[in-house]
């Protein structure tokens, strides 16, 4: 199994709801990451896991939340989002400190409102 | 400051007319540069990985080329289906720095 799986794939929740999203790989790899991309954006780095443990958080906002439950699964949970929140959240994995690239996931469309 | 910078911003090529992406960085401690191939609303798809000056690595149309302070993606005769964004990233230790991307549009 070469693949990331981010589910679900569009969300769309109101600024004083509370969701999650998940994702989910099975290649191996102990290091997870979620990124944010805005529209012609590149990625942007919100946390990174290494070995089950938060190694960075890019000074996001505690409105998002991350969560990693086991070396396999990696969960974002958002609470009272702003619409300037909305944007494509992308997952990806890799070995720790090793220079091969990211796996990426398909990523989550969300629509705050 | 570390920093990615890719050149063109977009791009308009006729299918078959070949052209070149560029990637140049300013990041210390290199340990990988990446392309990534991005399809609207998707996630981005590897491509290539670069770890010393003057590697090469190939793939169908696409070749990737490294120098110490940039990289270039070349197009050989390009077909509408790879009108995509192309993504270049740099590696330092756990961190990715991703550049702006090139929007290709490869027109029949």
């Known amino acids: 199994d070469t693949e990331v799986t981010q589910t679900p794939k569009h969300l769309v929740m109101g600024m004083t709801n509370k969701k999650s999203l998940k994702c989910e790989q099975h290649?191996?790899?102990?290091?997870m990451y979620w990124y944010k991309q805005k529209a012609k954006k590149p990625p942007e780095l919100m946390f990174v896991y290494s070995y089950e443990k938060l190694s960075i958080n890019e000074s996001v906002p505690s409105r998002f939340s991350p969560e990693c439950p086991n070396s396999s699964l990696l969960n974002l949970h958002l609470h009272a989002l702003q619409p300037e929140d909305s944007a494509l959240y992308l997952c990806?994995?890799?070995?720790?400190?090793?220079?091969?690239?990211?796996?990426f996931g398909s990523g989550t469309r969300l629509t705050v409102v | 400051e570390d920093q990615v910078t890719q050149s063109p911003e977009a791009l308009r090529l006729q299918e078959g007319e070949s052209s070149s992406l560029n990637c140049s960085y300013t990041v210390s401690g290199l340990r990988g540069l990446f392309w990534y191939r991005q399809d609207p609303g998707k996630g981005p798809e590897f491509l290539f990985t670069?770890?010393?000056a003057g590697e090469e690595k190939e793939k169908e149309r696409l070749k990737a080329t490294l120098t110490k302070k940039e990289s270039f993606l070349h197009i050989t005769a390009p077909k509408p289906e790879d009108s995509a964004t192309y993504l270049c990233a740099v590696n330092n230790f756990n961190k990715f720095y991703f550049g702006s991307g090139t929007k290709l549009n490869v027109k029949p």
């Open positions: 990806a994995s890799s070995q720790v400190g090793d220079p091969y690239g990211y796996t």
């Open positions: 670069l770890y010393s």
């Open positions: 290649m191996g790899h102990r290091a």
